[in-house]
């Protein structure tokens, strides 16, 4: 059975790995801590003698040979990076679980016929290029070279490109596509960041299907003046333009989509930022999540029609455009199957679920059998410093890997 104390020592020492932040964790991609945290993984996996290697783009592997190193590999992991002011445990989970599960492989003494790979990804997160998923998709293969040149920070303005390279990369995507590499399966261990699994006394869930993703970035445009001297009934208030819109679609989504679809307006930059004058420009974006591409696709549509509205209301004028766009995910069927066989053998209670979140996993499963796992979190909390998962959960997680790993050894 898995070691929760290693799994526990790991999650903590990642936690004191930290940019200096207001709480919590902070660890975005290409840092210095970033970088700490690697090291870190990297001893803990050559501990076991799993052999390490990152690609270009900053992706973590640990490598655990097996007999026949010809089959096609079983890969898992998650992300490595973080939100601003975060947990311990996104993504971070899904990593040493899986190293966990490749420990227990070792000291069982019996080895796999398949080689294994403990993956960690890179630029998961969306924080620091205001594009998520970035070492997935590279790695699957949806981006390339000029991806590295089109994506800038969003403090820094620095290329993808420049800031691989201050990192200590080449700058290149070469070597990091896998994409016709035979893969037998790919598995995510991520915590459930909701409460149903907690709620319902469960303790794994067997993931169906992941959200579909857009995130559609607005802006308002108005006119700044004194806000003492231009009437209520005259003014270009852009922030006011913003607000109505995001008002009227989280009520339309809340009317017609509740329990189906999300829309979070989780982004707002006032300009010129003043408290004594009217904004003149709004700038803010909105997240929207479903697993049905109707639903989204119509959530779009009003946003685009609804703009109309505010314009004329507000006199201000609006610029939409959708800046990522992920189709909903089925994961694999016969991947599932061995997870949900694997509770059955260990005598772990189970669910079949959808994610609403976006993971890793939805990138890969374009080119290789995917499942996910999930874990409880104590109260559903996620990107949030409180984020917990017991030990206890993370080590029935990482048993659950072991004996999947195992089922689709065979």
């Known amino acids: ?26 660890r975005p991609s290409y840092t210095p801590e970033y970088r700490r945290g690697v090291e870190y993984v990297k001893r803990r996996m050559a501990e076991f ?22 089959e096609p590999k079983l890969i898992s992991g998650s992300h490595l990076d973080s939100v601003k002011c975060s947990g311990a445990y996104d993504g971070i989970a899904g990593v040493l679980c899986a190293l966990e599960a490749a420990r227990m492989v070792v000291e069982s003494g019996v080895p796999l016929r398949r080689s294994l790979e403990v993956m960690g990804t890179i630029g998961e997160e969306g924080t620091r290029f205001g594009q998520a998923l970035i070492g997935s998709q590279l790695v699957e293969g949806s981006w390339g070279e000029a991806e590295l040149d089109r994506f800038h920070g969003l403090e820094d303005g620095l290329s993808l490109r420049d800031t691989m390279r201050a990192y200590g990369l080449p700058g290149s995507t070469e070597g990091v596509c896998r994409r016709g590499e035979a893969v037998r399966a790919f598995i995510e261990l991520h915590d459930e960041q909701g409460p149903v699994l907690e709620n319902e006394g469960i303790a794994i869930g067997v993931v169906e299907n992941i959200v579909a993703i857009s995130w559609m970035h607005v802006t308002v445009h108005g006119l700044a003046s004194h806000p003492g001297t231009i009437p209520m009934s005259m003014r270009r208030d ?28 989780g982004r707002l930059d006032v300009f010129p930022g003043n408290t004594n004058c009217i904004p003149s420009r709004c700038d803010f974006t909105l997240d929207i999540r479903t697993c049905s591409g109707a639903y989204r696709d119509d959530l779009v549509r009003f946003i685009r029609e609804k703009k109309a509205d ?23 069927a016969g991947v599932q199957q061995c997870i949900e066989d694997a509770c059955k ?60 790993f195992r089922a689709l050894d065979a």
């Not at 999650?11 to 964790?25: K, S, Y």
């Not at 003698?49 to 010809?70: F, H, I, K, V």
């Not at 333009?241 to 307006?265: K, M, P, Q, S």
């Not at 499963?365 to 017991?390: A, C, K, N, Q, Y």
């Open 1 to 26: 059975m898995a070691n929760k104390e290693r799994i526990v020592e790991d999650i903590e020492t990642l936690r004191r790995i930290t940019q200096p932040c207001a709480c919590g964790t902070q």
């Open 49 to 70: 003698g799993l052999q390490t290697r990152e690609d270009n783009a900053g992706n973590l592997y640990g490598l655990l040979a097996g007999t026949q190193p010809g």
């Open 238 to 265: 852009a922030c006011v333009g913003a607000c109505e819109l995001i008002c009227a679609v989280t009520n339309y989504a809340r009317e017609h989509y509740d329990g189906e679809a999300t829309v979070t307006a």
């Open 310 to 332: 505010v314009e004329r209301a507000c006199r201000v004028e609006i610029e939409v455009r959708e800046g990522m766009r992920q189709a909903s995910t089925a994961l694999d």
């Open 345 to 404: 053998k260990l005598g772990y209670t189970w669910r079949r679920m959808n994610s609403g979140a976006g993971h890793d996993a939805m990138i890969f499963s374009r080119i290789w059998p995917t499942g996910m796992v999930f874990v409880p979190s104590r109260g559903g909390l996620t990107h949030h410093p409180d984020e917990f998962v017991s030990p206890e959960a993370l080590a029935q997680g990482a048993d659950v890997l072991y004996e999947t």
